[in-house]
C-alpha cells in the first residue's frame, strides 16, 4: 500500500501543476483546506473514497491515472494532424492529436488489464484548464498498447480521418478499483 500512496500523492501534484493550480484552488474545488491538498501531496494524509471521487470528476481522469503509478510515458505523434477514435471505455468519439499510456493500479493482479491508453483531445478542443484527456481503452500489456499508438501513427500517416481501437483488452469491473480481463 504504501507503493499505491506514493503513485497517488506524485499523480496529484502533477494533475495539479499541469492544471495550473495552487493548493488553495485545489482545496477550494473540492471542499476541503489547503492543509488536506498538502497532506495528500506529501503522503502524510489519504483522502477518503468521496474525496477521491471529486479529484476524479474535477481532473476527469480515471481512478487508475489518479492512483496508478504515473501518467506513463506521453507518446507524441510527430505527423501533423489528429485521428477521430471512439473510447472502448466510455463510447465516446473524439479527434485526438496526443496519447499517454498510463501503467493501471492493481496490474500485478492476475488477469487485470496492464496499462490505459488515453487520448488527447486534438489542441483546437482544449478545455478551459488544459488538454482534455479521455481513457481509450484498456491493455493486456504494454506492448499490445504500443502496437496500438504505432497504429495509430500509420493511420495518420496514411491520411485517414478515423481510427478502431484494435489490441485493446475487454474488461469488467473486478472490485472497487480493480478491472479484470474477460475473454
Same mark, same amino acid.
Given at each position: 500500500m504504501i507503493e499505491v500512496k506514493k503513485m497517488f500523492k506524485d499523480n496529484l501534484v502533477?494533475?495539479?501543476?499541469?492544471?495550473? @493550480?495552487?493548493?488553495?484552488?485545489?482545496?477550494?474545488?473540492?471542499?476541503?483546506?489547503?492543509?488536506?491538498?498538502? #497532506?495528500?501531496?506529501? =503522503?502524510?494524509?489519504?483522502p477518503d473514497f468521496t474525496r477521491l471521487e471529486q479529484l476524479r470528476d474535477y481532473f476527469e481522469v480515471s481512478y487508475d491515472a489518479l492512483l496508478g503509478e504515473g501518467q506513463g510515458e506521453a507518446v507524441s505523434l510527430p505527423i501533423t494532424g489528429s485521428i477521430t477514435i471512439q473510447s472502448a471505455i466510455d463510447g465516446r468519439m473524439?479527434?485526438?492529436?496526443?496519447?499517454?499510456?498510463?501503467?493501471? @493500479?492493481g496490474y500485478w493482479r492476475?488477469?487485470?488489464?496492464?496499462?490505459?491508453?488515453?487520448?488527447?483531445?486534438? #489542441?483546437?478542443?482544449? =478545455?478551459?484548464?488544459?488538454?482534455d484527456v479521455i481513457p481509450l481503452g484498456w491493455y493486456a500489456t504494454r506492448q499490445?498498447?504500443?502496437?496500438?499508438?504505432?497504429?495509430?501513427?500509420?493511420?495518420?500517416?496514411?491520411?485517414?480521418?478515423?481510427?478502431q481501437l484494435q489490441y485493446n483488452a475487454k474488461v469488467l469491473k473486478h472490485g472497487l478499483l480493480g478491472w479484470k480481463i474477460v475473454s
Open positions: 502533477a494533475l495539479r501543476k499541469r492544471a495550473g @493550480l495552487s493548493q488553495e484552488a485545489l482545496a477550494h474545488a473540492i471542499s476541503v483546506t489547503r492543509q488536506s491538498i498538502s #497532506k495528500y501531496e506529501t =503522503g502524510t494524509a489519504e473524439t479527434q485526438f492529436d496526443m496519447f499517454t499510456i498510463a501503467t493501471v @493500479l492476475k488477469n487485470a488489464p496492464q496499462v490505459q491508453l488515453v487520448g488527447e483531445m486534438a #489542441k483546437n478542443n482544449n =478545455g478551459f484548464l488544459g488538454p499490445d498498447a504500443e502496437k496500438e499508438v504505432t497504429a495509430i501513427q500509420a493511420s495518420i500517416s496514411h491520411g485517414r480521418e478515423l481510427y
